[in-house]
């Protein structure tokens, strides 16, 4: 069977915003480049307008916009050297003007500061007739400047989309910013004619796998990050796209098996596709769902659109009642209560003459008799001639290891006596000399 031929439609939006152009001819020139788009066989949607530029996608068909590099590099100053290649790294951030982030439907992906950023997407039948300028901001990371740039987006409506018969395909060995150049994305659109064999063929959306909850894959073996592509077709899904449904391949699904498909060869020299996460929707057979959103109870918000924040003109608040209520009455409470405590701690005290007074006289007595007895006492121990005793444990002989007992006589004062042996040895080797009747002295 000869192949079909494949056909991939570039919208490249002019610049319309010129001062002598009108809006009639501008909506006729965006008009008769759009008529030339929409043969048989596979559409996108593909802009390389710049900043300052009106784009039109439809809405349902994937959209994306290339901000290159090389168009902002004339906005920045020349390297100071003559002949130096400019090769500035350069960064873009995009947001809804008014708003921090871009719309909900619309992403954007830079890998590094020396290629082209990407605004990909796809507008649904919401956003029709609601023109959407987005602001690009493009920073030199050499001099430190930006350039900023509007992108007005007017997405339109049309009858032949979106596509009742949608697949999405899970690549592996692609990463988003790949699958989005152009010719990678009409060689994966082709293929997928040549096995579905549809009239109509066109790329819904592309999403990253990292954006599906995927994981981040190792800097090795050149491993790519994955990629989901839906496509919408105008006829029933072909036998070759039913075959991941058999028993035998959801089995080997679950069993973290390759699945047999009769098609995947014409994929497999470009594109590794995962089979087991194909899915295959029919739009025209989908049931909606209306759920009855339960009553709110009390304490519940209604529902009454959008948040209308207060005015500017916001009227001024008197806080010397909220002064008085969090610090002045508690302040007041403290300063009672610690007036009452110091006159019962310093102002109430009875001292001593008032204590004596209600002590009866035999206590008063028996109270300075003690006084008078442990004066007494204290004074005779430190008028005592004996020295304290050393010890009055067995002492242990170094040479025998004898224990030798204190000596305690029975018969003498306890007191007089020496508890140590060194005290003894001291007294038989140091003898006072006393005075003979014969007036000698003797030792």
């Known amino acids: 069977m000869a192949l079909p031929d494949v056909f991939v439609g570039l919208i490249v939006v002019v610049n319309v915003c010129s001062v002598s ?46 901000l290159e590099r090389e168009y902002f590099k004339g906005e920045f100053p020349p390297y100071p050297k003559a002949g130096d290649t400019s090769n500035d790294p350069i960064t873009f951030n995009t947001n809804l003007r008014g708003f921090p982030d871009r719309p909900g439907w619309l992403r954007y ?20 007739g609601k023109p959407t300028i987005i602001e690009i901001t493009a920073y030199n990371k050499r001099t430190f400047e930006t350039a900023r740039h509007n992108l007005v987006i007017n997405i339109m409506s049309t009858e032949e989309f979106p596509l009742p018969y949608q697949a999405e395909f899970y690549i592996k060995n692609m990463n988003v910013e790949e699958m989005l150049a152009s ?32 994981r981040v894959p190792l800097p090795i073996n050149d491993l790519k990050e994955g990629v989901y ?41 470009q594109f ?10 029919d739009i025209t057979k989908v049931v909606p769902v209306h759920s009855n959103r339960p009553d709110p109870g009390t304490g519940v918000l209604p529902d009454i659109g959008e948040y209308n924040p207060p005015s500017e003109s916001l009227k001024s608040r008197d806080y010397f009642a909220d002064f008085l209520i969090t610090l002045a009455v508690p302040s007041a409470v403290a300063t009672v209560l ?62 025998s290891g004898e224990v030798v007992p204190p000596i305690h006589p029975d018969n003498y004062e ?14 038989n080797q140091i003898q006072i000399p006393q005075q003979q009747t014969s007036g000698k002295w003797y030792s």
């Open 21 to 66: 152009g009108t809006h009639a001819q501008t909506r006729a020139l965006i008009d008769s480049k759009q008529r030339s788009v929409f043969y048989s066989g596979v559409v996108t949607i593909l802009s390389k307008s710049h900043a300052d530029r009106n784009v039109y996608p439809s809405a349902g068909v994937l959209f994306v916009h290339v």
């Open 109 to 128: 992906i830079q890998r590094t500061s020396h290629s082209d950023g990407v605004l990909y997407g796809s507008p649904t039948a919401d956003h029709v």
């Open 183 to 214: 010719e990678v994305l009409g060689d994966f659109l082709g293929a997928v004619k040549n096995v579905w064999q549809p009239e109509r063929l066109n790329a819904i959306n592309i999403t990253s796998a990292l954006d599906r909850g995927g």
């Open 229 to 269: 592509v839906m496509v919408g077709a105008d006829v029933q899904f072909s036998s070759c796209l039913r075959e991941v449904e058999t028993p035998q391949n959801q089995l080997r699904c679950s069993q973290e098996m390759e699945p047999v498909i009769s098609c995947d060869k014409k994929f497999r020299a």
């Open 272 to 281: 590794n596709i995962d089979w087991c996460k194909i899915s295959l929707v």
């Open 338 to 399: 610690f007036i009452i405590l110091g006159y019962s701690m310093c102002c109430r005290r009875e001292g001593v003459e008032k204590r004596n007074m209600q002590t009866p006289d035999i206590q008063l007595v028996h109270h300075s008799s003690i006084q008078k007895s442990t004066k007494e006492l204290r004074g005779m121990s430190k008028n005592r001639e004996i020295s304290w005793p050393l010890s009055t444990l067995p002492v242990f002989h170094p040479v």
């Open 414 to 427: 306890t007191t007089s006596m020496p508890l140590m042996q060194t005290q003894t040895n001291l007294q």
